[in-house]
């Protein structure tokens, strides 16, 4: 619980912080946690309080919290080249490498790579890459960008546009010319006696009856999370891609996958578009990219995007988008060393090796009567609290349920995400069969004490 003193670490976190994505509420009552360090998978806060973080700080500290050569490939830059930029045709030697290496370890054969800060800076780079390909192209109304309900692509005004939740309604979101289709979820939106294959089929229709609608030459593009992270782990219903993507070719409509969460391992492949067999236009990569060591994203153009894009630029001279930070040289040597760690030290190999056991867990937590549905893939899941599972009602939004769980978890040492009335799961790629026991069992623990109370 907090501590209200004056100089309390709570207090001064109240007085000069202003939170995102944070339930006030919660935090009113217990505090923030503040962390000074962490261990491994382990973060420790002011009091000496160890947490296992579920969440992998935002899905994105997949080596944990202290590994040795990530910390050192960031010193070893900051004493070589601490910092520049790439524009006016000047970059460093890292940022030269580490595009070399992400079109390597992409699918495509060849491409290139524009740096930002983070995912939702890529996201929306992506986006003016297309208005300003299509309008190079003598195509300038082709501005319309196609996302599902649920998804997540960031907090830019462009970004939070294409991201399908309401609470962007609060900022006056989405701007003109976004429209979001049907979130593939099959358990929650199937129609009653509608197999996964119908609702699939159906999930496609609608996408070609919104294509036909608005006018495929009106259409920029169309991004989808290989599995929606934010939007609760929200895996594609069966042969989804398979039906959608063949309709986006038939019109001429570039397919962007934003990797963000999926990228880099999570999924259980190197990128969420090779687990679910589809091949886009383009790839947003951010996150795992650098394990969470610097802030970085990076927009991974394909060969025929990035072929009409350069086509493009040469018609003006330049790309006039960037940022100061774009291909900072600390960011892509640490990216270089995490792509390193997750691929060549067994970090890859160790999601796959646990992910059976951690979808077994999910399943016996799963077997609660107050759990509707578990999914997941990977090393990412959530599970989700219904008030009556045959029926699949939701428990009332005021009892709080998925917050409840998260800060009673919090308390048994324990860090895991509420979204809506799930929770949701990503541990660090570092996770052992131990660590899973002792998240499991926490968290079983959690749920048991939480529906005893609101059930």
């Known amino acids: 619980m907090r501590d209200d003193a004056p100089n309390s670490w709570e207090s001064r976190a109240d007085r000069f912080s202003m939170y995102g994505f944070t339930d006030l509420p919660s935090v009113h009552e217990r505090g923030t946690v503040v962390l000074t360090h962490g261990e491994g998978p382990y973060v420790v806060d002011v009091h000496g309080k160890r947490y296992f973080d579920a969440n992998s700080g935002l899905w994105n500290m997949v080596a944990g919290f202290d590994h040795p050569g990530l910390a050192e490939a960031a010193k ?32 495509f054969d060849t491409g290139k790579v524009f740096y930002t800060n983070s995912g939702s800076e890529a996201n929306d780079t992506m986006v003016k890459m297309l208005w300003f390909l299509h309008a190079a192209e003598g195509k300038p109304q082709k501005r319309k960008i196609l996302t599902r309900v649920n998804a ?14 309401p609470y962007n309604a609060l900022f006056g979101l989405p701007l003109p010319g976004f429209h979001h289709l049907s979130c593939p979820h099959y358990w929650r939106n199937g129609h009653d006696g ?26 920029a593009g169309f991004f989808a999370e290989p599995v929606m ?22 019109y001429n409509i570039p397919v962007i ?47 025929a995007l990035s072929d009409r894009m350069q086509a493009a630029v040469e018609a003006v001279e330049e790309f006039p988008h960037g940022f100061t930070a774009s291909g900072h040289p600390v960011g892509c040597a640490v990216a270089l ?38 999914r997941g893939i990977g090393l990412m899941g959530a599970l989700e609290a219904v008030k009556d599972k045959a029926t699949k009602t939701p428990f009332d939004g005021s ?3 998925s917050e409840r769980i998260a800060n009673t978890c919090t ?20 996770t052992t069969e131990a660590h899973l026991d002792e998240m499991f069992d926490k968290l079983g623990t959690a749920l048991d004490k939480v529906f005893a109370e609101v059930a």
């Open 411 to 430: 308390d048994h040492g324990l860090i895991c995400r509420p979204l809506g009335q799930a929770i949701v799961l990503c541990p660090p790629f570092i």
């Open 152 to 165: 997540y692509h960031g907090v830019t005004a462009v970004s939070a546009s294409m991201t399908g939740k």
């Open 76 to 107: 070893a830059q900051y004493d070589k080249f601490p910092g520049y930029h790439a524009f006016f045709g000047r970059m460093s030697d890292q940022t030269v490498m580490l595009s070399e290496k992400l079109v390597e370890v992409s699918p």
């Open 229 to 250: 992270g934010a939007g609760g782990v929200i895996v594609p219903s069966d042969g989804y891609f398979q039906a959608v993507v063949p309709i986006l070719r038939k």
């Open 337 to 374: 060393k995490a792509i390193d760690v997750v691929m060549n030290e067994g970090l890859a190999d160790n999601v796959k090796a646990i992910a059976p056991k951690f979808i077994d867990g999910m399943k016996r937590l799963a077997e609660h009567p107050n759990i509707g549905e578990w």
């Open 257 to 303: 996958s934003d990797e963000v969460i999926c990228g880099f391992g999570r999924t259980g492949n190197t990128w969420g578009c090779q687990t679910y067999d589809f091949m886009p236009d383009a790839i947003i990569s951010s996150k795992n990219l650098t394990a969470g060591y610097f802030p970085m994203g990076a927009v991974i153009l394909g060969p």
């Open 399 to 401: 009892l709080s349920v």
């Open 194 to 219: 509608e197999t996964e294959a119908q609702f699939t089929a159906r999930m496609a229709a609608e996408l070609e009856a919104t294509i036909i609608k608005e006018g495929a030459d009106t259409i």
